[in-house]
């Protein structure tokens, strides 16, 4: 699998540190308000990369952080008149709901900023010790920027401005450059009861070490994938990178970092303060599914702007039901097998093979969606033309289900439903299940392979054994 890395400017292959494992963060919503689609375009091309990734037989472990402490959090719960954590335990229960909606499959830890303060504090002092960061007069604690060599790299910046100690203004007399950013503020007025004690005074952190801390703590010091969208390339995960190798000396903290493009509204990036945003329910209240929002949003390469418009979403529309007639259409083929062992016929006709060939490799080649969305559609045209033939054999029908399975373990929005098994191999299941009682092991294997002659694997859990499709 290639995917293009921020950080090197090119598309790279991709191989985890640790053999199958990939260990991804992925910078979440700060739930100060519901999530807009502009958002959702980030947290959805973040799903697409972790199926492509589990689909290429990984097993991934991916941390989202929630930033539930910052200026906009502290301000709202404050204009609300509520506790900070009453007011972002809102947005974290709506942003958990449209996740689903948009059927993004849940990351593997949530951790959210306010659960994670000490770790950052230890971070913090190893910054003090190293030389990285100092105290100002007002209990903060700032980033000393000139003193991180590689400060920059990642955003391609030319720092001989900011190296040159550029005059410090008036206004930001607790810096000792312009360049330096925030790890701690020290507490004033507006933080109300929103502070932490800290060996610097009291205060609160700042936005930038809580994605070091939460990822070194979940991930370890250097991890595979870091994602966000291009407005956080900098100054958020230069940032980052400064303060994560800066504390532990290990590089590099990432190894691929990867952005998406905006989502846009007449070329202007859909933002809140713009005002130019709708939310998942703006949408959902007009009528449109959360399926059709998913497919617009990766119906543009991840790295490309994409234009957002309500005529897009009617396109999708259109296009999902195409899908979903084809599937249909399969279905009824495929019922006419005899005894419903369709499945027997496990390898797709060669047009469907070929089809799922260039699928994978689009969504291989750095998530190229609109290339494998193509071989989607190319596979619709074919199977139709097939099936007006009368060439699809029930088998050759199921596999092709199969297939369309196979391409939405990625897409998410076919769900084709789970073949099911047919009497015969449930018999052959209990067999098997005697044979193991006995230890007859042989008579076990034996039936293993005859399930998997028609189309089943055999996954023996804590429930007892379970069929499952094979994958062709
Ligand atoms: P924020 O809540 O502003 O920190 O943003 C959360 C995530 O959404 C970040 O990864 C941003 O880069 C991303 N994001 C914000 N606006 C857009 C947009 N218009 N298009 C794509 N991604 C966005
Ligand atoms: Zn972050």
């Not at 000393?144 to 040159?164: I, N």
Request: glycine share 10%.
């Amino acid at each position: 699998m290639k995917i293009y890395n921020t950080y090197s400017r090119r598309l790279e292959d991709f191989a985890p540190r640790e053999d199958g494992h990939v260990r991804m963060y992925t910078c979440g919503p700060t739930v100060y308000n519901y999530a807009h689609i502009g958002n959702f375009r980030a947290y959805m091309f973040e799903d697409l990369l972790r199926r492509q990734l589990k689909v290429a037989g990984y097993r991934v472990t991916q941390v989202m952080n929630l930033t539930d402490v910052d200026d906009k959090t502290i301000r709202g719960a404050r204009e609300a008149g509520v506790s900070l954590s009453d007011f972002t335990a809102t947005y974290k229960r709506s942003f958990f709901e449209d996740l689903r909606v948009l059927n993004i499959e849940p990351a593997e830890h949530y951790p959210a900023a306010t659960d994670y303060v000490p770790e950052m504090i230890v971070l913090i002092e190893k910054l003090i010790a190293a030389g990285h960061a100092y105290r100002s007069e007002d209990g903060s604690v700032y980033y000393r920027v000139k003193t991180f060599g590689d400060y920059g790299r990642l955003a391609h910046l030319d720092m001989s401005g900011l190296k040159a100690e550029a005059r410090v203004s008036q206004d930001e007399y607790e810096k000792e450059s312009i360049g330096d950013f925030a790890l701690w503020k020290g507490w004033d007025a507006a933080d109300g009861d929103v502070v932490w004690d800290s060996p610097w005074g009291r205060g609160r952190p700042g936005w930038h070490i809580e994605c070091s801390a939460m990822s070194i703590k979940h991930l370890g010091e250097s991890f595979d994938i870091h994602t966000g969208g291009v407005d956080n390339i900098f100054p958020h995960h230069e940032n980052e990178i400064a303060q994560s190798e800066g504390a532990t000396g290990c590089k590099p903290f990432v190894r691929y970092w990867m952005h998406c493009g905006y989502l846009v509204v007449d070329g202007t990036k859909m933002s809140k303060s713009l005002g130019n945003f709708y939310t998942l329910r703006d949408l959902l209240g007009r009528g449109y599914a959360g399926r059709e929002v998913r497919y617009v949003l990766m119906s543009a390469h991840y790295r490309q702007a994409l234009n957002f418009t309500f005529s897009a979403l009617d396109a999708a529309r259109v296009s999902l039901a195409r899908l979903d007639e084809f599937r249909g259409r399969l279905e009824e083929v495929a019922g006419k097998a005899k005894g419903g062992s369709g499945l027997a016929a496990l390898a797709p006709p060669g047009w469907a093979a070929s089809r799922l060939g260039e699928f994978q490799a689009a969504m291989g080649e750095d998530l190229n969606t609109p290339e494998a969305l193509a071989a989607v559609f190319e596979l619709i045209t074919d199977g139709n033309r097939a099936m007006n033939q009368g060439s699809v054999s029930a088998g050759d029908a199921a596999a092709v289900l199969g297939v369309l399975r196979e391409m939405d373990a990625v897409l998410g929005v076919v769900a084709v439903p789970e073949a099911v098994p047919d009497a015969a191999a449930l018999e052959l299941l209990e067999a098997r299940a005697k044979a193991r009682t006995t230890r007859n092991w042989a008579e076990s294997d034996r039936i293993r392979d005859a399930l998997a002659a028609m189309g089943w694997d055999v996954r023996d859990g804590a429930d007892g054994a379970k069929l499952k499709p094979r994958r062709a």
